[in-house]
């Protein structure tokens, strides 16, 4: 009897209750980053933020994932998955509550860089989990297909939850909602996950990672700077001189390094680097436009929060669409064409915003923004496929991060730029105002950054076809 209970008790974990376990960490970090766009506007006014100042509430979050989330990985990797994301899992929670309780603009912003060092602790220990629970590579494969559709689900749930929590109960509470959610993980994670790790690690780039989140901070630090200070005002050319220092140093560090952040031979793949560059400007266009769209109907056509989280569900429905058309499209045609009709729709979407009387008729506004969804989809899944399907096996960790680094660097900028624009052609730079000039002018430049993916997507495609029609 006491052999069998001993056996009993040595019986691992149901592999798919802690996929469960972890894909509601990575749903707490997706909708951590898109329901706050529904609350921006009474955050806003709540913690009486300048114009722009709200921006650093996601820009801040995004930047401090993007340089730390490769360090994560193999910090992870190293003192153990489940260890490493037990601590993020724990940060996560505690800079919610710091954000729900925040007294003002300062403490919110520290709060959300706290919650980007945890994104960037617990989302690939999470990720390492998965890999490593499923040891069939056909359950493995199902699992992370589970995973990356949690990303989806989660970024859509974000901006429908976003919109009734900040109407009913405050913006206080889109941060709050995480702190139960990340108990109940606590609870369980000792139950559910085994501890792995790889001991072959001996080295970590941390000077890389502190590096490249220096200098992607002083980047939006500049360009959000921009309407106040000017172009060549003192403080815009000494961060534009700092920020070029830090990235030379960067580079100089990771050429030096024995085992650099990121090892520069992956960039040898014109796939791979058109892929990321596509990424980076569909993650601009995406989280530039609903950053400037959220204002533009709440503050200007006198939405709700809930009636703008509602109003998003066409184009985050639509953009899943996109995705499993972009993906079968890509197979039959290559990547050169779908990419090139993803960005087209981006743009064409924001078109149809500019020339539609969408202020009066809101079915119009609908139309616009399902076609902008089916070209996010598209764009997202032919840039996914391009980044990660024609690398080396041993690489696929390495590239996953880069792709993830590309996607956040790029809506923290299209963040930074598109609050940059809005206020320099919304009149008076010190206002707080913001105009329909201003607006209209930010979606201007999103159709002029749709018309570089198109480009880009002509160049480094050309002549590429889609692994799985090469395999056929």
Same mark, same amino acid.
């Given at each position: 009897?006491?052999?069998?209970?001993?056996?009993?008790?040595?019986?691992?974990?149901?592999?798919?209750?802690?996929?469960?376990?972890?894909?509601?960490?990575?749903?707490?970090?997706?909708?951590?980053?898109?329901?706050?766009?529904?609350?921006?506007?009474?955050?806003?006014?709540?913690?009486?933020?300048?114009?722009?100042?709200?921006?650093?509430?996601?820009?801040?979050?995004?930047?401090?994932?993007?340089?730390?989330?490769?360090?994560?990985?193999?910090?992870?990797?190293?003192?153990?998955?489940?260890?490493?994301?037990?601590?993020?899992?724990?940060?996560?929670?505690?800079?919610?509550?710091?954000?729900?309780?925040?007294?003002?603009?300062?403490?919110?912003?520290?709060?959300?860089?706290?919650?980007?060092?945890?994104?960037?602790?617990?989302?690939?220990?999470?990720?390492?989990?998965?890999?490593?629970?499923?040891?069939?590579?056909?359950?493995?494969?199902?699992?992370?297909?589970?995973?990356?559709?949690?990303?989806?689900?989660?970024?859509?749930?974000?901006?429908?939850?976003?919109?009734?929590?900040?109407?009913?109960?405050?913006?206080?509470?889109?941060?709050?909602?995480?702190?139960?959610?990340?108990?109940?993980?606590?609870?369980?994670?000792?139950?559910?996950?085994?501890?792995?790790?790889?001991?072959?690690?001996?080295?970590?780039?941390?000077?890389?990672?502190?590096?490249?989140?220096?200098?992607?901070?002083?980047?939006?630090?500049?360009?959000?700077?921009?309407?106040?200070?000017?172009?060549?005002?003192?403080?815009?050319?000494?961060?534009?001189?700092?920020?070029?220092?830090?990235?030379?140093?960067?580079?100089?560090?990771?050429?030096?390094?024995?085992?650099?952040?990121?090892?520069?031979?992956?960039?040898?793949?014109?796939?791979?680097?058109?892929?990321?560059?596509?990424?980076?400007?569909?993650?601009?266009?995406?989280?530039?436009?609903?950053?400037?769209?959220?204002?533009?109907?709440?503050?200007?056509?006198?939405?709700?929060?809930?009636?703008?989280?509602? %109003?998003?569900?066409?184009?985050?429905? /639509? &953009? +899943?669409? *996109?995705?499993?058309? !972009?993906?079968?499209? =890509? @197979?039959?045609?290559?990547?050169?064409?779908?990419?090139?009709?993803?960005?087209?729709?981006?743009?064409?979407?924001?078109?149809?915003?500019?020339?539609?009387?969408?202020?009066?008729? %809101?079915?119009?506004?609908?139309?616009? /923004? &399902? +076609?902008? *969804?089916?070209?996010? !989809?598209?764009?997202? =899944? @032919?840039?996914?496929?391009?980044?990660?399907?024609?690398?080396?096996?041993?690489?696929?960790?390495?590239?996953?991060?880069?792709?993830?680094?590309?996607?956040?660097?790029?809506?923290?900028?299209?963040?930074?730029?598109?609050?940059?624009?809005?206020?320099?052609?919304?009149?008076?730079?010190?206002?707080?105002?913001?105009?329909?000039?201003?607006?209209?002018?930010?979606?201007?430049?999103?159709?002029?950054?749709?018309?570089?993916?198109?480009?880009?997507?002509?160049?480094?495609?050309?002549?590429?076809?889609?692994?799985?029609?090469?395999?056929?």
């Amino acid at each position: 009897m006491t052999l069998k209970i001993k056996q009993i008790n040595k019986k691992a974990p149901n592999p798919w209750w802690a996929l469960a376990l972890l894909c509601t960490s990575f749903f707490m970090v997706v909708t951590d980053s898109t329901s706050v766009y529904s609350a921006l506007p009474s955050i806003q006014e709540s913690l009486h933020f300048s114009w722009g100042g709200p921006a650093w509430v996601i820009i801040i979050y995004m930047l401090t994932f993007a340089g730390l989330v490769l360090l994560g990985g193999r910090i992870a990797d190293y003192f153990g998955r489940r260890r490493m994301f037990t601590l993020g899992v724990v940060l996560f929670t505690l800079s919610a509550t710091l954000c729900g309780f925040s007294w003002n603009g300062e403490v919110l912003i520290f709060a959300r860089l706290i919650q980007g060092v945890s994104a960037a602790i617990m989302t690939p220990a999470a990720l390492s989990l998965v890999i490593n629970t499923f040891k069939k590579e056909r359950e493995r494969n199902k699992a992370i297909g589970i995973w990356g559709a949690m990303g989806g689900i989660g970024a859509t749930g974000g901006l429908l939850i976003g919109g009734p929590t900040t109407e009913f109960l405050g913006w206080e509470w889109i941060f709050f909602v995480n702190v139960p959610m990340g108990i109940i993980v606590l609870v369980f994670t000792p139950f559910l996950l085994k501890e792995s790790n790889d001991r072959t690690i001996s080295k970590f780039d941390i000077p890389g990672a502190i590096l490249v989140t220096c200098f992607l901070l002083m980047i939006a630090y500049l360009i959000t700077g921009i309407p106040e200070q000017g172009w060549a005002s003192s403080q815009s050319l000494s961060l534009l001189f700092g920020s070029l220092l830090v990235l030379f140093l960067f580079i100089r560090v990771e050429k030096n390094s024995k085992s650099p952040l990121v090892p520069f031979r992956i960039f040898q793949s014109s796939p791979l680097v058109g892929g990321n560059l596509l990424i980076l400007l569909a993650g601009m266009s995406v989280d530039g436009m609903l950053y400037t769209f959220t204002l533009f109907i709440q503050q200007l056509l006198g939405y709700t929060a809930l009636q703008f989280g509602l %109003t998003m569900t066409a184009m985050t429905v /639509l &953009s +899943v669409v *996109g995705v499993y058309a !972009g993906q079968h499209l =890509v @197979t039959q045609t290559g990547l050169r064409k779908v990419g090139m009709s993803g960005m087209a729709l981006l743009g064409a979407g924001m078109v149809l915003i500019l020339i539609l009387p969408v202020a009066q008729h %809101t079915w119009m506004m609908l139309i616009a /923004l &399902s +076609v902008f *969804g089916i070209g996010m !989809g598209a764009s997202f =899944v @032919t840039a996914q496929i391009a980044a990660l399907s024609y690398i080396n096996e041993a690489d696929s960790g390495l590239a996953s991060g880069i792709v993830e680094t590309s996607f956040s660097v790029g809506g923290a900028l299209g963040i930074a730029v598109m609050a940059t624009v809005s206020q320099l052609y919304s009149g008076n730079p010190d206002s707080d105002v913001l105009t329909h000039t201003g607006v209209y002018t930010s979606f201007y430049v999103i159709v002029g950054l749709s018309v570089i993916g198109m480009v880009i997507s002509y160049f480094y495609f050309k002549g590429i076809s889609s692994p799985l029609l090469s395999e056929s």
